[in-house]
């Protein structure tokens, strides 16, 4: 009987690995000299995004028909992801400043 429980322990560690709740994730995008850096990333379901402006102007993360985010000079500011997707926005107050998220669920 022992013999068989070992056997199954191992399985049966690897499986409460795989439902185990993936721990949410910061990702940090820097704003300098009017541009998002990293421009795209790929994040999850629960994860923040935090962009911190490192310029002396402030700017926007706004994704059109959908939220904006304000990030002061000098200053950062967060969002927690709620939807996965593809995720285009820019700054609108400099529209050439773009980024893109690729949200998994």
């Given at each position: 009987?022992?013999?068989?429980?070992?056997?199954?322990?191992p399985?049966?560690?690897?499986?409460?690995?795989?439902?185990?709740?993936?721990?949410?994730?910061?990702?940090?995008v820097t704003?300098?000299?009017l541009?998002?850096?990293?421009?795209?990333?790929?994040?999850k379901v629960?994860?923040?995004?935090?962009?911190?402006n490192?310029?002396?102007?402030?700017?926007?993360?706004?994704?059109?028909?959908?939220?904006?985010?304000?990030?002061?000079?000098?200053?950062s500011?967060?969002l927690?992801?709620?939807?996965?997707?593809a995720?285009d926005?820019?700054?609108?107050f400099?529209?050439n400043?773009?980024?893109?998220?690729?949200?998994?669920?």
């Open positions: 009987m022992k013999a068989g429980v070992l056997i199954h322990l399985w049966l560690a690897a499986l409460a690995l795989m439902t185990a709740p993936a721990a949410a994730a910061t990702i940090e704003i300098d000299k541009v998002f850096s990293p421009a795209t990333v790929e994040a629960g994860d923040t995004v935090e962009w911190v490192k310029d002396v102007v402030a700017h926007t993360a706004t994704v059109k028909g959908g939220w904006e985010v304000m990030i002061p000079p000098k200053k500011a967060s927690t992801l709620k939807a996965a997707g995720i926005y820019f700054c609108r400099h529209p400043m773009r980024g893109h998220m690729n949200v998994a669920p």
